[in-house]
C-alpha cells in the first residue's frame, strides 16, 4: 500500500503573514477567522486550528486560536503537533529571515519541554509516528541531514546524505517524504540605465545586506557551506569585481555607514562597525535590547537607528548608542522590516503590522501614514530631498519599483525587476536602491528540488 502523509510542510523562510479564513468544499464565500496568520494547520481532533501569528511586533502558537500557548520576542516558524496532539514542535531563529534555528518542543500549555542546540542551516520538520521523536533536517556536516531529537533531548543522525535535505513529512509507517534541494542566495547589481545586470554572488548563498551610497559597492553576506555555516562579510563593486572579506557576522538593514567606508554586522553578543579599508573595528553593545532586526548609521556614527525590541515588548524603533548601546525609544507604535533613514534624517519609515507603510519622527511622537502608499508596499529608499519614497511589492519572478511623492500621492513607474532566468526563483527581496535612484541591487533565493519517499529508516 502507498503510504499516506499529511499535508507536506511548504513553508518559506520568509516572515509573511495573511488573513486566515474556512471555505467549505460544497462552495460559497470564504470565512475570516483570523488575520496575521504565518502558519496554521487541523489540530489532531479535526475541530479546531493551531495557528503561528504575529501580533504586537511578537511571534505567538495558538491552540486552538484565541488560547497563546507560546509568546516570544524571536521569529519563529514549521510548527507541528504531535500525533497525539499533546505537544508542539517548532523551529526558533536567532536571525529574521534566516534558516538558522533551534527546535524546540512544548507542552499542551506551553512548558518547554525539549530545547535542542542551534543550527546554522535547518529545512523542515516532522513528529515520527509514535512521537517519541522530532526528526530536523539541519546542518550537521558539509551538507543538510536528517536529524533526530528525542523528547530527553538527545539527537542523532537519521540519515546523512551528500547534498541538501528538505524534512516535509512523515507516514505512519515511518516512511520520510523528503527533497533534495539544488538551492542557492544569488545577488544582482547593476545601473539603471545598463544593458543587462550583472550576478554578484560570490559562492553559494549570498544575502545582500545593502549597497552603499554612492552605488559603487554592495554589501553581501555569505551564510553556506563555503563559509561553514557562519556569517561572513563581504564587499563587492557593483562592477563586477572581486569581493573583499570584511571579517564574520551577519547584517540587516541599511548597514553602510553614510560615508561609505565602514559596515556595521552583528556577530551573535554584539554589533561591531567594521572598516572596509583600514581601521579597527568599533564594538557597539546590545546591553538595552533583547533581539535587534535591522539597522542603520547616522552620519555622526555615534548612533544607529535600530529595529529592535526589549525583553518581554513588541518590536520598536529606537536611536542606539554607538558608544554605550544605550537606546531612546522613537515611537510605542510597533515597526516592522524595513526601516528606512531619510537622508535629513528626521524620519523613518517603516511598515506596520497591516503592511501600511508609516513615516516616524526620529525626534519622537507618533507615526502617521505615508500618503501615496498602499497596504503592501515596501519602502527600500528616500530620493534625495526626502520628498519620495521608492516601494516596491513583494514578487516572486519580477517586481516594481516605484516612486512615491508622499506630498501628492502620486505614483512613478521606476524600475522593473526581471532576472533573465526565473526557473526555480521563490521570491525576490531584499531590493535595495541608491537615494537618486539610478543604482539598485536586489537578492532571490533559487531552489530546483527532486521529492523522494525514503523507507526504513524508523
Same mark, same amino acid.
Given at each position: 500500500?502507498?503510504?499516506?502523509?499529511?499535508?507536506?510542510?511548504?513553508?518559506?523562510?520568509?516572515?509573511?503573514?495573511?488573513?486566515?479564513?474556512?471555505?467549505?468544499?460544497?462552495?460559497?464565500?470564504?470565512?475570516?477567522?483570523?488575520?496575521?496568520?504565518?502558519?496554521?494547520?487541523?489540530?489532531?481532533?479535526?475541530?479546531?486550528?493551531?495557528?503561528?501569528?504575529?501580533?504586537?511586533?511578537?511571534? *505567538?502558537?495558538?491552540?486552538?486560536?484565541?488560547?497563546?500557548?507560546?509568546?516570544?520576542? *524571536?521569529?519563529?516558524?514549521?510548527? *507541528?503537533?504531535?500525533?497525539?496532539?499533546?505537544?508542539?514542535?517548532?523551529?526558533?531563529?536567532?536571525?529574521?529571515?534566516?534558516?538558522?534555528?533551534?527546535?524546540?518542543?512544548? #507542552?499542551?500549555?506551553?512548558?518547554?519541554?525539549?530545547?535542542?542546540?542551534?543550527?546554522?542551516?535547518?529545512?523542515?520538520?516532522?513528529?515520527?509516528?509514535?512521537?517519541?521523536?522530532?526528526?530536523?533536517?539541519?546542518?550537521?556536516?558539509?551538507?543538510?541531514?536528517?536529524?533526530?531529537?528525542?523528547?530527553?533531548?538527545?539527537?542523532?543522525?537519521?540519515?546523512?546524505?551528500?547534498?541538501?535535505?528538505?524534512?516535509?513529512?512523515?507516514?505512519?509507517?515511518?516512511?520520510?517524504?523528503?527533497?533534495?534541494?539544488?538551492?542557492?542566495?544569488?545577488?544582482?547589481?547593476?545601473?539603471?540605465?545598463?544593458?543587462?545586470?550583472?550576478?554578484?554572488?560570490?559562492?553559494?548563498?549570498?544575502?545582500?545586506?545593502?549597497?552603499?551610497?554612492?552605488?559603487?559597492?554592495?554589501?553581501?553576506?555569505?551564510?553556506?557551506?563555503?563559509?561553514?555555516?557562519?556569517?561572513?562579510?563581504?564587499? *563587492?563593486?557593483?562592477?563586477?569585481?572581486?569581493?573583499?572579506?570584511?571579517?564574520?557576522?551577519?547584517?540587516?538593514?541599511?548597514?553602510?555607514?553614510?560615508?561609505?567606508?565602514?559596515?556595521?554586522?552583528?556577530?551573535?553578543?554584539?554589533?561591531?562597525?567594521?572598516?572596509?579599508?583600514?581601521?579597527?573595528?568599533?564594538?557597539?553593545?546590545?546591553?538595552?535590547?533583547?533581539?535587534?532586526?535591522?539597522?542603520?548609521?547616522?552620519?555622526?556614527?555615534?548612533?544607529?537607528?535600530?529595529?529592535?525590541?526589549?525583553?518581554?515588548?513588541?518590536?520598536?524603533?529606537?536611536?542606539?548608542?554607538?558608544?554605550?548601546?544605550?537606546?531612546?525609544?522613537?515611537?510605542?507604535?510597533?515597526?516592522?522590516?524595513?526601516?528606512?533613514?531619510?537622508?535629513?534624517?528626521?524620519?523613518?519609515?517603516?511598515?506596520?503590522?497591516?503592511?501600511?507603510?508609516?513615516?516616524?519622527?526620529?525626534?519622537?511622537? #507618533?507615526?502617521?501614514?505615508?500618503?501615496?502608499?498602499?497596504?503592501? #508596499?515596501?519602502?527600500?529608499?528616500?530620493?534625495?530631498?526626502?520628498?519620495?519614497?521608492?516601494?516596491?511589492?513583494?514578487?516572486?519572478?519580477?517586481?516594481?519599483?516605484?516612486?512615491?511623492?508622499?506630498?501628492?500621492?502620486?505614483?512613478?513607474?521606476?524600475?522593473?525587476?526581471?532576472?533573465?532566468?526565473?526557473?526555480?526563483?521563490?521570491?525576490?527581496?531584499?531590493?535595495?536602491?541608491?537615494? #537618486?535612484?539610478?543604482?539598485?541591487?536586489?537578492?532571490?533565493?533559487?531552489?530546483?528540488?527532486?521529492?523522494?519517499?525514503?523507507?526504513?529508516?524508523?
Amino acid at each position: 500500500m502507498e503510504p499516506k502523509f499529511h499535508d507536506a510542510d511548504h513553508h518559506q523562510l520568509v516572515d509573511r503573514a495573511g488573513t486566515l479564513a474556512r471555505r467549505p468544499f460544497g462552495g460559497g464565500a470564504p470565512r475570516s477567522i483570523a488575520d496575521e496568520v504565518q502558519e496554521a494547520e487541523w489540530t489532531r481532533d479535526g475541530k479546531n486550528l493551531m495557528i503561528v501569528r504575529r501580533l504586537g511586533g511578537r511571534y *505567538r502558537i495558538e491552540s486552538p486560536i484565541g488560547r497563546v500557548v507560546y509568546d516570544g520576542s *524571536r521569529w519563529i516558524s514549521h510548527a *507541528r503537533q504531535s500525533p497525539r496532539g499533546d505537544r508542539i514542535a517548532f523551529l526558533e531563529h536567532p536571525i529574521w529571515g534566516d534558516d538558522s534555528a533551534a527546535l524546540v518542543v512544548i #507542552d499542551a500549555n506551553g512548558k518547554e519541554v525539549v530545547r535542542s542546540t542551534s543550527w546554522s542551516s535547518t529545512g523542515g520538520i516532522a513528529w515520527t509516528p509514535k512521537g517519541d521523536e522530532v526528526w530536523v533536517a539541519t546542518e550537521v556536516g558539509r551538507g543538510r541531514d536528517i536529524v533526530g531529537v528525542n523528547m530527553s533531548g538527545r539527537e542523532r543522525v537519521v540519515l546523512a546524505v551528500p547534498g541538501r535535505l528538505t524534512m516535509h513529512d512523515i507516514a505512519p509507517n515511518g516512511d520520510a517524504l523528503v527533497s533534495f534541494e539544488n538551492g542557492r542566495r544569488e545577488a544582482v547589481g547593476a545601473h539603471i540605465d545598463d544593458a543587462q545586470e550583472r550576478n554578484l554572488t560570490w559562492f553559494d548563498w549570498s544575502w545582500l545586506a545593502d549597497i552603499s551610497p554612492d552605488g559603487k559597492l554592495i554589501l553581501i553576506v555569505e551564510q553556506a557551506s563555503a563559509v561553514r555555516g557562519q556569517n561572513t562579510a563581504y564587499v *563587492r563593486p557593483i562592477d563586477g569585481g572581486p569581493a573583499v572579506r570584511i571579517g564574520e557576522g551577519h547584517a540587516r538593514g541599511t548597514p553602510f555607514t553614510r560615508d561609505g567606508r565602514s559596515v556595521v554586522v552583528h556577530t551573535g553578543s554584539q554589533l561591531e562597525m567594521l572598516a572596509i579599508g583600514v581601521g579597527e573595528p568599533r564594538v557597539i553593545p546590545l546591553s538595552e535590547v533583547e533581539v535587534i532586526q535591522s539597522w542603520t548609521p547616522f552620519a555622526d556614527n555615534a548612533r544607529l537607528l535600530a529595529l529592535a525590541s526589549r525583553h518581554g515588548e513588541p518590536q520598536r524603533l529606537f536611536e542606539m548608542a554607538v558608544g554605550t548601546g544605550a537606546v531612546r525609544q522613537i515611537s510605542e507604535t510597533p515597526a516592522a522590516w524595513p526601516a528606512r533613514l531619510s537622508n535629513d534624517e528626521q524620519t523613518v519609515t517603516a511598515m506596520d503590522e497591516s503592511d501600511r507603510v508609516l513615516l516616524f519622527p526620529v525626534a519622537g511622537g #507618533d507615526p502617521r501614514p505615508a500618503t501615496g502608499c498602499r497596504p503592501g #508596499d515596501v519602502p527600500i529608499g528616500w530620493t534625495p530631498d526626502d520628498q519620495a519614497l521608492y516601494v516596491y511589492r513583494r514578487g516572486r519572478t519580477s517586481v516594481l519599483i516605484e516612486r512615491v511623492d508622499i506630498t501628492t500621492g502620486e505614483r512613478t513607474p521606476w524600475h522593473t525587476i526581471r532576472p533573465a532566468d526565473p526557473a526555480g526563483i521563490n521570491d525576490i527581496m531584499p531590493v535595495h536602491i541608491t537615494s #537618486d535612484g539610478q543604482t539598485y541591487a536586489y537578492s532571490y533565493r533559487r531552489f530546483l528540488s527532486d521529492l523522494y519517499v525514503v523507507t526504513g529508516l524508523a
